[in-house]
């Protein structure tokens, strides 16, 4: 509360009017006490007047001769002391002329004459006089009242009484004594009630003030009540239960918002929003993504996105107030083909657009490559076909009675027709495969038997050329997690291709251990090796290194793309290491099963 700038307000405004109040207060007070006091002793020294006039004019009319006050009369001149020491006031007797008569502080004889006194020039034109001025011949500041006495219809003679205005004073400085310690008093009153009843203000605004601080802080527990019956207590009351429904809308509009950052945040679509001056309010990490900016909101969207074809489409549809679609191509570290939907916020104006972005590029990828294997798949059955035509052909020519060629003509159509038919196998086994349609028998399958047995298989093609076929178990027995008959397929195609080829004299070596939960099964040849340039595409469907060679050997081009997509089915992954002209080795990565 003492830190309360209000307070000092409020406090220095009460305390200054009543410290103002109560010093008008003392002056008129004290002006009004001088008057009073001024008005008591003019009537005081009036009233004495009045009855020393009238001994004093029976005195002077009884020895008045020959029109001539006397100078001096000793009956008067005690008559004159005797009502001073009563009173204590000066008394003096003038005749109309100025002559001291008589006087209780000096002797008439020494006294100067009196004739230019103003109390007494007054006297006599007004009856009364008064004057306050120094005396004279007492050297003291002096009060007097001149009174007229009337002797006779044309003589007259003047009572003068006077006091010392030192009492006055006293008197008056007595009086400010009083009224300051008064007005001190109230002051001191005034500053303390002053502080109490103000306090009792501030200090509910003061907990009110703590509290809508705490509130923007984000602080809604803990806050301090008003206890008080008054409108700053239904203030409080009425705060508290607004800020209680608020923390309830502010929870919930947190909780919504929360929602939709993670619907925004989860949205494989590009969200983004920008306002009527084509600055961005928001985007999702999809489409910072996408575009490849930064999260700098405010900032206008060609700045941070440096595409064109996006800002023109948000101006299109800030001009037209409709919806706008197109596709581009971003820039940038990624390439990515992208479709744009912008429609603009409802409103006239309109207060901006909304964009959503569609990441296209990998439905443009499957367009690339599903024509690419259409136009693969019309190569691979064409050429099995054309040679079955010709051979055909041939024989109905005539070839067919000649006993030297002809069976070798149906040999060259029997071989055909076997490999359009595992082309055809292999072609819808790795659709099957992609497809999720494949019926797998997960279990625990031990790689020695799956070894022996596809080493087994291709033994003999592999004695045909003298290849070694080199078989290394590791110590122990590795058991993996996967289809028994789709692993057996794997090793079967990685073999048939190491035997392939490898060229004579060369040595197939197939290895496996176990690894971090994994089952490594390493399948390698001294063959021709796979050049760098090729080895990224080598799992593609119908992707050959050397087509004319590979259709010699009868490789259909489907086997490591089947290699590849049992493997991810298997939870695994195939990955190759090459040299051309040194050897091949493939490695086969698989769940290892749980002792």
């Known amino acids: ?34 008057s009073e006091l001024n008005r008591q002793t003019e009537q005081r020294l009036f009233e004495t007047a009045v009855v020393l006039s009238s001994h004093v004019r029976d005195s002077l009319a009884a020895s008045v001769q020959d029109d001539v006050l006397p100078l001096s009369q000793p009956d008067l001149q005690r008559l004159v002391q005797r009502l001073a020491d009563q009173t204590e006031l000066r008394i003096t007797i003038v005749n109309s002329i100025g002559v001291v008569l008589a006087d209780s502080d000096r002797s008439p004889l020494s006294m100067l004459d009196h004739a230019n006194r103003p109390e007494l020039i007054q006297a006599a034109k007004e009856g009364v006089g008064t004057a306050t001025r120094e005396s004279p011949t007492l050297r003291i500041e002096m009060f007097y009242l001149a009174l007229r006495v009337q002797l006779s219809p044309d003589r007259y003679a003047f009572v003068r009484i006077a006091t010392r205005t030192d009492a006055i004073s006293q008197r008056m400085a007595d009086t400010r004594r009083y009224l300051l310690t008064f007005t001190l008093m109230f ?72 929602q939709l950052s993670t619907v925004l945040g989860n949205l494989l679509e590009g969200i983004i929003a920008v306002d009527a001056d084509e600055n961005m309010v928001m985007a999702n990490d999809a489409s910072r993504r996408m575009l490849g900016m930064s999260d700098a909101v405010g900032r206008p969207l060609l700045e941070l996105a440096r595409c064109r074809p996006l800002h023109d489409a948000v101006m299109k549809c800030l001009r037209t107030g409709g919806t706008v679609k197109t596709e581009f191509v971003s820039e940038g570290a990624v390439r990515r083909d992208l479709a744009v939907r912008a429609t603009s916020l409802p409103g006239h104006p309109s207060p901006g657009v909304l964009v959503v972005l569609h990441d296209i590029s990998e439905l443009r990828r499957l367009e690339s490559l599903r024509h690419q294997f259409v136009a693969n798949v019309s ?23 000649d006993q030297e060629n002809n069976l070798r003509f149906v040999s060259r159509i029997e071989e055909q027709a076997e490999r359009l038919n595992q082309l055809i196998v292999d072609m819808l086994h790795i659709a099957r495969v992609e497809a999720g349609e494949e019926a797998f028998d997960i279990t625990q399958v031990g790689l020695r038997s799956v070894v022996d047995s596809s080493v087994t298989q291709y033994a003999q093609s592999a004695k045909q050329k003298r290849i070694q076929l080199v078989v290394e178990p590791p110590s122990h027995r590795a058991i993996v997690v996967a289809d028994e008959d789709g692993l057996r397929t794997v090793l079967d195609n990685l073999l048939s291709n190491a035997v392939k080829y490898t060229p004579e004299d060369g040595t197939v070596t197939i290895r496996w251990r176990s690894d971090a939960g994994r089952c490594i099964l390493e399948v390698q040849d001294t063959g021709i090796g796979i050049a760098e340039e090729h080895q990224t595409r080598i799992f593609e469907r119908f992707y050959r290194v050397d087509e004319a060679r590979s259709r010699d050997l009868g490789g259909t081009g489907l086997g490591l793309s089947i290699v590849k997509h049992l493997c991810l089915a298997f939870d695994g992954t195939v990955e190759l290491e090459s040299v051309r002209g040194q050897g091949t080795t493939f490695r086969v990565y698989l769940p290892a099963a749980v002792s």
């Open 379 to 401: 190569h691979e059955l064409k050429t099995p076909l054309a040679s079955i035509k010709a051979y055909a052909e041939t024989l109905r020519g005539g070839a067919i009675n």
């Open 1 to 34: 509360m003492w830190s309360s700038r209000l307070f000092w307000k409020l406090f220095a405004v009460n305390v200054g009017l009543s410290l103002a109040l109560a010093t008008a207060l003392l002056y008129v007070v004290n002006s009004s006490q001088r």
């Open 187 to 258: 002051g001191l009153i005034a500053t303390v009630l002053t502080n109490m009843v103000i306090g009792r203000i501030i200090h509910p605004l003061a907990l009110l003030t703590r509290n809508v601080q705490a509130i923007t802080e984000g602080k809604s527990q803990g806050l301090e009540r008003v206890h008080s019956s008054d409108e700053v207590g239904t203030l409080s009351t009425a705060f508290i239960q607004m800020q209680s429904e608020l923390a309830i809308r502010f929870g919930q509009l947190r909780e919504r918002n929360q």
